[in-house]
């Protein structure tokens, strides 16, 4: 059949066929599943311990737990802390994690017992305290940063696993611009990785990229060159491959379809950024590496996902998410509206 079409009609028949497969190809590989029904709460801490343990954490003072990979969730309300915004979540089994809460007075709690009991290990009753997010190094190391106060911004470090934490503020030398902070929106803005090394994005009037090799004794402030200069624009979110590898994500929540200039590469480890081929479909407050080569990037407008290291994005979802994390190729995402999916991927290299 081939052998019987003109020179031109055969070229237009292979661009066709080459243009058209991939998209069909790649719709029939990424399905978004729903795990829950909505639950009354609006979740931004996302805690993927491996394919069994999640934790999630939002508004209302909710806390929310799987140990079956999502078939079933419990949820739960630290007595109390009932009207908190838990930004974020830091777990590290079945039995034990940390929860940080955004404004005033700001929290930090502690579970020992998968979540029975709650013990306040932290309280800040500053009205200019903001607590944005929180990593961990280790089940022993952490670090949760905060907004600037006085144009300092708020770090935090545990020693004893979240049990008692050491005000480091005064170990960052540089202040922040009036107008410079950070975002609370998944609590990814920081990113710990191997012995000692911390990074901290911000955004506002400028958006910087803070880095520390040594547990936050000392930093470098790098500047990032993502979309910036309103207080709704900046780093929404970081996230390292390893210790020069890594993608920013942001762009401006008040329009969130915008994709101008919202997600950054960076091979040197944050110091210098680059902008991909095709970049993210608009604003987004999350994003992972899956594995060296699939990331995935999520906000209010929709997922996109990259199979080249971050450089070639492509949009698979309009649903709205707030953040996502990984472990062992299985995806997580959640919502504002309590909703949580699972990214079922069926050919990931």
């Not at 209302?60 to 007595?79: I, L």
């Not at 915004?85 to 929860?99: C, H, L, S, T």
């Not at 081929?277 to 060296?292: A, D, E, L, M, Q």
């Amino acid at each position: 059949m081939l052998k019987q079409l003109r020179p031109f009609q055969l070229i237009k028949l292979l661009l066709v066929f080459f243009l058209v497969v991939p998209l069909a190809a790649s719709a029939q590989n990424y399905e978004l599943v729903p795990l829950t029904v909505n639950a009354n709460t609006s979740l931004r801490g996302l805690s993927v311990v491996n394919s069994d343990v999640i934790w999630v954490s939002g508004s209302k003072g909710y806390v929310g737990k799987t140990v079956d990979g999502g078939k079933t969730w419990q949820w739960m309300q630290p007595s109390g802390y009932e009207k908190l915004d838990f930004r974020d979540v830091q777990a590290f089994n079945q039995q034990k994690a940390i929860i940080v809460n955004a404004g005033s007075p700001a929290y930090i709690l502690h579970t020992n017992d998968g979540g029975k009991t709650w013990k306040e290990t932290y309280k800040n009753t500053d009205s200019a305290i903001f607590l944005d997010g929180m990593d961990f190094w280790d089940e022993q190391n952490g670090l949760v940063f905060g907004d600037p106060i006085n144009n300092k911004m708020q770090l935090l470090r545990t020693k004893d696993g979240g049990l008692s934490w050491q005000n480091i503020s005064n170990n960052l030398n540089k202040e922040l611009k009036v107008g410079e902070a950070g975002f609370a929106a998944s609590g990814t803005s920081i990113q710990t990785l191997g012995k000692g090394k911390v990074w901290i994005a911000t955004g506002g009037v400028t958006a910087n990229i803070y880095y520390s090799a040594n547990y936050g004794k000392h930093w470098h402030v790098y500047h990032c060159p993502i979309v910036q200069g309103q207080s709704s624009t900046g780093v929404f979110s970081i996230n390292f491959f390893n210790a020069k590898k890594g993608i920013a994500v942001g762009g401006n929540y008040l329009k969130d379809k915008d994709n101008a200039n919202n997600v950054l590469l960076t091979n040197n480890g944050g110091k210098t950024w680059q902008k991909p081929i095709i970049p993210v479909f608009g604003y987004r407050s999350g994003v992972t590496y899956v594995n060296k080569n699939f990331c995935v990037a999520t906000g209010t407008s929709g997922t996109d996902i990259s199979t080249n290291g971050g450089k070639n994005w492509e949009n698979i979802s309009a649903l709205s998410f707030n953040a996502v994390a990984a472990a062992a190729h299985r995806v997580y995402l959640i919502s504002g509206k309590g909703q949580i999916y699972g990214l079922h991927i069926t050919d990931i290299h």
